[in-house]
């Protein structure tokens, strides 16, 4: 069942031309940042071709290219996840959902999954732009899985809050801003001041673009996976118990 309200969810997605709108803004925006990167690493050639440990293509252009996607889909994401739960409540079919024979462990599941899917879409389309590189060049494969293993984790965990910001309103424009604002917060979380303090080490523990970037330089470490994993988990597990609340209180 969870299956088949991940499929539906998709399907919704595509149907609505915001997801096309999304889309094609993105590969757009992208692609002109990753043109960029690239006509910055052709003409640095001739200097790096004299360093004896210079960086190669996929540093100057991959890693920068998949940095610049997660910060554009900070501002994207919201949009996207922000009629997961909140269009359901405002058009009063949630009661609907909540009388399927369905867990709300499916439920979340099956729409946090579908929501993840057109994600992991997103992620296809951005690699296939490092990988026209072949046509001419090198790339550095651990480096650029590790990449985009990071980036999926990132949007996992984005999804995440934006189902359960989804959850706690009826408006689709407050789910949005809520999830922007919480995504945001989490994002600059440790640029407050101090070093070597224990709150300072939370902080820095919390931000999730501090877990990003080693995977942006080819650094896998099971500790950061397990951050996003549980940070999921979490979201997750409070869009149940908010879900569970609402069918008791109906």
């Known amino acids: 069942m969870t299956l088949a309200i991940a499929l539906r969810e998709l399907r919704s997605l595509f149907l609505s031309p915001l997801a096309w709108v999304v889309l094609a803004v993105l590969q757009l925006i992208l692609s002109f940042l990753f043109l960029v990167h690239v006509d910055l690493f052709m003409s640095a050639q001739s ?8 960086p190669g293509l996929t540093e100057i252009v991959v890693a920068p290219l ?17 009629r997961l739960v909140s269009e359901e409540r405002r058009n009063r079919t949630l009661p609907l959902l909540f009388s399927a024979p369905v867990s709300m462990s499916e439920i979340v599941l099956g729409k946090y999954l579908g929501m993840v899917s057109f994600l992991f879409i997103v992620i296809a389309l951005i690699a296939l732009m490092p990988l026209s590189l072949l046509f001419g060049g090198k790339l550095d494969y651990g480096l650029f899985l590790s990449g985009l293993l990071g980036l ?29 604002g919480m995504l945001l917060l989490l994002w600059i979380i440790d640029w407050s001041g101090g070093t070597g303090s224990a709150g300072k080490e939370t902080l820095h523990y919390l931000s999730l673009i501090n877990h990003y970037e080693p995977f942006l330089k080819g650094v896998f470490d099971s500790a950061d996976a397990a951050y996003y994993l549980l940070f999921i988990a979490l979201f997750l597990a409070l869009s149940i118990r908010r879900l569970d609340a609402d069918r008791m209180g109906g």
């Open 47 to 54: 200097q790096l071709l004299g360093m004896p440990a210079a």
């Open 66 to 82: 998949l940095s610049n996607a997660a910060i554009i889909l900070l501002l994207a994401v919201p949009l996207m996840t922000m």
């Open 152 to 180: 999926g984790l990132l949007l996992s965990a984005f999804a995440a809050v934006g189902l359960f910001m989804s959850s706690l309103s009826q408006s689709p424009t407050v789910a949005a801003i809520a999830t922007f």
